[in-house]
């Protein structure tokens, strides 16, 4: 045993409160700045192929281009910006494939969580249910995709295991993304939020296989129903991408 005590703070290396500090603010402004961009993004108001310059942002968002450099280097790695030819970044144009990649995934995490969640017999909040069904009926996008998201991260957080909300979170950038452009310009699916429900129903009554089935069968009609209107976006996305440079052409004529 030590006669010397306990370490101080100091030596245990925990006097740097006022740097720790300093450096939490300065994530949260990055933090705040990379979700401000993945709004803009997943709302379109960023459009696919829109060429950004970290100048550009820093002044519309009206910070330094510290965190704005941060904040894409993130972006970057989601995979919702690359770099353009020359300067700045462009956002990642819509890939079908890629899309395909990240619903295989998510049905199998989906239907993992609905699984732990059901072995736990856990009763999910009937709010989410009812917010599902209202923002169905006011075919408000963002509503919708924020009611569908709230449920999906609910049975996420029920199942126990963090990762599997830790690793889905990568994966709904990409699906609020996809569901934003294509609920912008069709109908969208009136059954997600009873499919919702008898997902909810089959994890209450503790029927796991049930749950399970449900949840894949939910993630796969998802996915079924955006890769049919995938193609119409993919032609416009390459049309607008068209007239853009034939005007940036004219423009430089
Ligand atoms: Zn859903």
Not at 60 to 85: C, E, I, Y
Not at 119 to 145: C, E, F, T, Y
Not at 197 to 220: N, Q, V
Request: charged content about 25%.
């Amino acid at each position: 045993m030590s006669l010397r005590g306990p370490l101080t703070p100091k030596q245990r290396g925990y006097t740097m409160t006022s740097k720790l500090l300093k450096i939490q603010s300065r994530t949260d402004y990055v933090e705040k700045v990379y979700n401000s961009l993945v709004d803009a993004i997943c709302e379109g108001a960023l459009s696919p192929g829109v060429r950004l310059t970290q100048e550009d942002i820093a002044e519309q968002l009206a910070v330094s281009r510290s965190p704005v450099n941060q904040a894409l280097r993130l972006l970057k790695k989601d995979g919702l910006v690359q770099d353009a030819p020359g300067r700045g970044v462009l956002v990642a144009p819509l890939d079908a494939q890629y899309l395909s990649d990240v619903y295989e995934i998510r049905g199998t995490l989906d239907s993992l969580a609905a699984k732990l969640a059901a072995g736990k017999r856990a009763l999910l909040d009937p709010q989410l249910l009812d917010r599902g069904r209202a923002a169905s009926k006011s075919g408000k996008v963002r509503a919708m995709i924020d009611a569908d998201m709230d449920f999906h991260f609910a049975v996420y957080g029920a199942s126990g295991n963090r990762l599997i909300g830790e690793t889905a979170r990568g994966h709904w950038v990409h699906l609020r993304r996809v569901m934003g452009a294509i609920l912008q310009v069709s109908a969208q699916r009136q059954s997600f939020s009873e499919e919702h429900a008898d997902i909810a129903r089959a994890i209450e009554r503790g029927d796991a296989p049930l749950a399970m089935s449900l949840s894949e069968l939910h993630a796969k009609r998802a996915h079924q129903q955006l890769i049919g209107e995938f193609e119409g976006l993919l032609q416009a996305q390459t049309l607008l991408a068209d007239v853009k440079t034939s005007a940036e052409a004219a423009a430089l004529a």
